[in-house]
């Protein structure tokens, strides 16, 4: 593995895991925000997960979705987007900062889902330069970006060609100089290869979503998946940990509910990391700490917090212990 | 009345409510710190709530119990507290600036009761004047402290003498020059009439705590009660708002389990804002909107900002509304 020596910092030690802010904090705050990155970082959680496209322009910016959600977006003059907006590969970057997605549509099922979010009109779809911008500032060194490069192989036309795509992504984290302190995860393993090929130094995460009888989801892993570029699970005895090893992958990030012990075990014996997504029922993370993952993705990170305590646990490894404070605040 | 013009601007209006943010946020971060007070701010929440006791030196620091409480108090090593720590009132400045108030105790029943409160090791008792500075400072302009002076009548030891308690109070007011953007509130309605003769034009929130049959309630408000100083509810016809509005207040602060719509109508006729404590469950919050109370005393504002949302309803005043972002940031 030629992946830098800070990757270790993200495996889990006897009594600390790793808690990952999903797309910030989104059970607290509108997602993948500045300001939702920010207060992760601000409680002391080292490391948040963010999701990647890429405008017209190229230009990578950390947004979830294909297209603006009419749930999380609203225009320039206030008002709900009424269905799903442009694509962002089509936006220029001024036309995408005008957007508004500084909260979720009231009564919306989305909205719903994250009863405590706060809303905060005026907060704009960041770029991932502003980001690797904060965490490359003092105070912010011992941070970690979880990138999650969005891309599907039967929507071309959500992303630039992947060559490009990936190439302006890691320009841009190459500039800020914080490429020792990122992950590159993807559901579509085109995307980890063509990483592999233009900066294999920087570890790269294997998402997974393994189907299930019922009900349906949006899987990825399968028997001739396109997601899988041209992978076998059949070729590797049906084991998700031993094709990623074998495939030069670092991390594998299952679904927490489709991972075993036994697949666990598999994992650590292939020198994989695993991190779990998406972590916020108080079982489910009880779950997780008891099978011991490296790392913990969640919309709540302040309660995984509270969790790992309760199991005499932090989320820092000794150095960063909770008995040695930082001393970060949100500001 | 001789309250500020600004005062105005604490009353609801035909779609908003205003949101005080209880000790901070207490359901997202360490109940009063600059940190939790920064963040409710940071969310576009204008008012917050916090408790005020005075170190041996006078000096008036943000703290809610008499003593330092072993749920959320830890040593300089890092020890938790084994029983209830000192006396505020004994301490020095200094003393006292060394705990470590970051965090609740896992496993304690306290801690159980915010299960999402974030763990920030670190953070300190701040003092008044950190606040009133912090809001005397750019882009705080538009926000308010709710401060509760905490005191017993039966445990003078709790306390300096009102008269010097009160005056340290309001001198650090007036000196960050924040008195129009501060309403007074305490359960011991001695110190009320303190603040009445030595800044009457501060207003001042008469909380108030009803006797239930059952179970016991640490009550202020019954007949001959030292917290009352003096006054009689049957002298009022058992009114808690005509005998408050007659005592010169300006505010009324029940428990929100206590308020009635014929209460609030009464308090309405007597020129009072009616202010309610603290509603964190989703069915008394949509009881405490469907009254229309002026403020919504919480500690989940994000929470509290969706259910308004759902109502067609903003936490500011239309010159504030969510329609006209204000830029405020966490940072």
Redesign the interface.
């Known amino acids: 593995m030629r992946t830098p020596p800070e990757f270790e910092e993200l495996k889990c030690g006897p009594r600390h895991i790793h808690i990952h802010g999903h797309r910030g904090a989104r ?3 509108p997602e993948n925000t ?2 939702g990155f ?2 992760t970082f ?3 959680v080292r490391i948040v997960e963010l999701d990647i496209f890429a405008t017209c322009e190229g230009t990578p910016v950390i947004t979830h979705n294909p297209r603006l959600s009419p749930y999380s977006t609203r225009s320039e003059d ?1 008002s709900w987007l009424q269905a799903e907006g442009p694509l962002i590969s089509e936006l220029t970057d001024l036309e995408l900062s005008r957007f ?1 997605v ?3 549509q ?2 919306s099922e989305y ?1 719903n889902r994250y ?8 907060l704009r779809v960041p770029l991932l330069g502003d980001l690797c911008r904060m965490i490359s500032a003092n105070g912010y060194q011992d941070t970690w970006l979880n990138v999650e490069i969005k891309s599907h192989p039967m929507h071309p036309e959500n992303t630039p060609s992947l060559p490009v795509y990936v190439e302006r992504i890691l320009s841009v984290i190459d500039e800020a100089e914080v490429g020792s302190r990122v992950v590159l995860q993807s559901f579509d393993w085109r995307i980890l290869h063509e990483c592999a090929r233009q900066m294999p130094e920087i570890p790269r995460s294997y998402l997974t979503y393994t189907p299930k009888p019922n009900p349906p989801r949006p899987v990825n892993v399968y028997e001739d998946s396109p997601w899988m570029d041209g992978l076998s699970l059949a070729a590797h005895g049906n084991s998700l940990p031993d094709l990623i090893a074998s495939d030069g992958g670092q991390v594998w990030g299952p679904f927490h509910h489709d991972l075993t012990a036994e697949d666990l075990a598999a994992a650590r014996n292939n020198g994989l990391l695993v991190n779990v997504w998406t972590v916020n029922e ?1 079982a489910d993370i009880e779950r997780m700490i008891d099978l011991k993952v490296d790392g913990i993705i969640t919309d ?4 995984v ?2 969790r790992l ?2 199991h ?1 646990m932090t989320w820092t490894p000794p150095r960063h212990s ?10």
Chains 1, 2 share one sequence.
């Open positions: 059970g607290i705050l500045l300001e920010r207060f601000g409680i002391g206030g508004d500084g909260g979720l009231p009564g909205a009863p405590d979010q706060a809303f905060m009109p005026g108080f709540y990170p302040g309660r917090q509270r305590l309760d005499g909770a008995a040695e404070p930082e001393g970060v605040a949100i500001a």
